[in-house]
Structures are given as structure tokens and as C-alpha cells.
């Protein structure tokens, strides 16, 4: 059975500290856009996650936030999944294809909306996903506010997100939870033979039967020489003994985002992939000693590169040993070189530790939330050189 949903009150105080950060840099409005599968900009501040049609938020300095959704079908959807904002209708927002509705549907452009939700037109204008952000939209923007600076403003928002709340925690712990059983389930299935999309199958409809809502990026199941990839797809290729299998999953519950990762291999291992596991499980070993709260995130970061330039390998990552998750898989907050924040209480990572050699590519990863005196594992299953 799944968890009741958040109240009202935790997205109308979302809102209130957005416009909290919104004040401190001169932020007249922010306004934010959202997809299906880039769904968290209205999801964290509203509860809605568009399908077909598409959504944006506008967040003025005082007052009520308000979604904006297109066409009939989202508008009605909105009404019932959506919480604490007002729900407007721009027609720019309609999926791809849109229907000749019928009857007529009329809808409001932002040069009505917008001074609507902030009382006259607005003079600065922080636009959230800045590098999705529609140019249909940001024109109808630019009509609306002709004279108007426009900036982006993810950081605002994510300087809201970073700190979970703890009414956010239970849904975080089941998220991971989720995900953490489908990799037991996955890994169980394992057999030479089975195809990489039937392991991901295996791992989908475990995190399905036990109330994920999808996930919160494309599982996938790589093997052999896919395995070299950071990203893949699950292939119809054959998994086979002796040769190295990454199984990366996530379950999206709730929206909140879990995900693990796991490298192994039926028999034996191949040479050059089991030295990177080991260097990989050194890391990632380092990485759950060093986050703390009071830590600077840069600290964290050198370590984990001296542990790869020990072994030759600080050129086979792509990036710092974790970052920040949440509504997105990857919600800011990397702990990388140039990092200039401080870890604190209840923000919540994925430690990531990614190698590849070119030829062997894996991938350790696991779910830690920061508490007042260290952190909160999330996900810990077989956190070793895994053999099967």
C-alpha cells in the first residue's frame, strides 16, 4: 500500500520559501516549465506531473503560485492532482498534436497571466530549466514583459529543494526502498542466456508490484562491451558467464527519485573489471566516510580524486564521487572541485562512482541522506565484487 499523499500545506510552503529566496536576489517572478519526463519544477511546487501537455510555474514575490497548464484534459487533471496554486490555461502549453477541440477552448497568454499573478507587469524575471525552457514560450514571455530582464533562476529553486523537509523523508526511504528490492529481484533472475531487457523486466515490474509510479530515468541492463557506456539501453543481447553485467534502476515513488547500481559477473570476472570494482568500491567506501554535514563538498571531492590518480584511473570518471537527487535523479549539489557549498543536515545524495577504461565500464551507486550526525544509508545491498 502506498503512502498517503503530501498535504496541501508542505507545496504552499515550498512556494513561501522559493519567494523567501526570490526576495534576496530581487526576483520580481520566477517562472518554471516542466514535461512528463522533466516533470519536477512543477511536481515539487504544485504536485502536478503533465502528461501529453506541458506545464509551467509562475511564482510571484507575494501571493499564490500559479500553474499553467494546456489544453482541456490537463486543465481538468490539474484541478484534481495539482495543490495550493491557482490553474490557468495558456493553449502554447498543448501537446505536440493537439486535437480541434470542441467546443472551442480559450486560454490566456502570459502578457495576462503574468500581471495577473504579480500585480502589474514584471520587471525581473528568473526563468527556471533554463536550458529546456521552450523559445515559443520565452517569446510569449518576452511579449508579456517587453522591457524586462530575464535571467536564469534554477539555483533559486534548488537552494529550496536541497534540504529535504522531514514530511519529504518517508516518501525518500520508500523510493529507495523500491529500488533496492529490484535489484535483489534482478540479480536473482540472472542467468547466461537472459537477455538484458528481460533483466530489466525482472527489475520494472518488481518496483511496479511494489507501488513505484515508473521511474525517474530508462532502466537499463548492459553487458560485455556495452558495459563501457555511462548511459546505454537494455539490447537484445545475451548476458554471458565470465564477462562484465551493470544493472542500473531507479523507481520514481511519489516523485521522489531512488536509484541504484550494481556491476557483477556470472563466473569470473574479468581481470581488468575486477581492478576497477575494487578502485570503485575503494571510492565509494571514501565517499560514505567523508560525507558529513559541516563538510565542504570540494573536500569530499579530492579525496576521491587522489584515490583514482593512486591507481592511474583519475581519467576513467567523468565527474565527483556524488551529487544531490530528489524530484530529479540528479537535483544539483556535485560534490566536484569547484563546489563552494557546505554538506548539511537532510540533504540527500546519490553517491556515484563511475569508471571506464574504455573497454570495462561500471558503475557503483547508492542513496545517502545526511543526518545531524552523519548519514542515513538508503541503499547498502551487496556492495561488493559480486559474482554469481
Known amino acids: 500500500m502506498r503512502l498517503k499523499p503530501l498535504p496541501a500545506s508542505e507545496y504552499v510552503d515550498r512556494v513561501k520559501r522559493l519567494q523567501e529566496e526570490m526576495k534576496k536576489e530581487n526576483v520580481d517572478v520566477f517562472v518554471g516549465y516542466s514535461s512528463e519526463c ?52 495558456n493553449p502554447l502549453l498543448v501537446e505536440t498534436s493537439p486535437p480541434e477541440w470542441v467546443p472551442e477552448v480559450s486560454g ?13 507587469v514584471p520587471e525581473r524575471i528568473g526563468i527556471g530549466n533554463w536550458n529546456i525552457f521552450p523559445h515559443i514560450l520565452f517569446e510569449d514571455l518576452r511579449r508579456a514583459a517587453p522591457k524586462a530582464e530575464f535571467f536564469p533562476a534554477d539555483d533559486l529553486i534548488l537552494r529550496v529543494e536541497a534540504i529535504k523537509t522531514e514530511a519529504e ?11 533496492e528490492e529490484a535489484m535483489k529481484a534482478a540479480l536473482d533472475a540472472a542467468k547466461p542466456g537472459k537477455r538484458e531487457w528481460e533483466l530489466e523486466a525482472v527489475a520494472r515490474s518488481t518496483m511496479l508490484k511494489l507501488g513505484a509510479e515508473g521511474n525517474p530515468y530508462p532502466a537499463w541492463v548492459c553487458s560485455g562491451p556495452n558495459s563501457s557506456l555511462s548511459l ?24 521522489y527519485c531512488g536509484n541504484m547500481c550494481r556491476p557483477f559477473s556470472i563466473g ?12 570503485a568500491l575503494e571510492a565509494m567506501d571514501y565517499a560514505l566516510k567523508a560525507i558529513r554535514p559541516g563538510v565542504s563538498a570540494s573536500e569530499v571531492f579530492d ?34 572541485k569547484q563546489a563552494d557549498f557546505l554538506i548539511q543536515p537532510n540533504m540527500l545524495f546519490n553517491i556515484d562512482i563511475w569508471l571506464s577504461d574504455g573497454v570495462y565500464g561500471l558503475r557503483f ?4 541522506l545526511v543526518t545531524a550526525e552523519g548519514i542515513r544509508e538508503l541503499t547498502s545491498y551487496r556492495r561488493e565484487v559480486i559474482v554469481l
Open 232 to 255: 546505454c539501453r537494455s539490447t537484445d543481447r545475451a548476458i554471458q558467464k565470465n564477462e562484465l553485467v551493470q544493472f542500473t534502476f531507479g523507481a520514481k515513488y511519489l516523485g
Open 268 to 279: 569470473e570476472v574479468p581481470k581488468p573489471a575486477r581492478k576497477l570494482i575494487e578502485v
Open 303 to 336: 579525496g576521491y580524486y587522489e584515490i583514482l590518480a593512486r591507481y592511474g584511473f583519475e581519467n576513467f570518471t567523468l565527474y565527483g564521487p556524488a551529487h544531490g537527487t530528489g524530484h530529479s535523479e540528479v537535483e544539483g549539489l556535485w560534490l566536484a
Open 169 to 179: 523523508i518517508p516518501y525518500i526511504v520508500e523510493a529507495y526502498r523500491i529500488t
Open 38 to 89: 522533466e516533470s519536477a519544477t512543477s511536481r515539487f511546487l504544485t504536485g502536478f506531473w503533465p502528461f501529453f501537455d506541458f506545464s509551467s510555474v509562475v511564482v510571484p514575490t507575494e501571493g499564490k503560485a500559479v500553474l499553467v497548464t494546456g489544453g482541456p484534459e490537463s486543465f481538468e487533471f490539474a484541478k484534481g492532482f495539482s495543490h495550493g496554486a491557482d490553474i490557468k490555461v
Open 108 to 120: 490566456k497568454s502570459f502578457a495576462t497571466i503574468l500581471p495577473e499573478a504579480c500585480g502589474s
Open 365 to 368: 551507486e547508492d542513496g545517502v
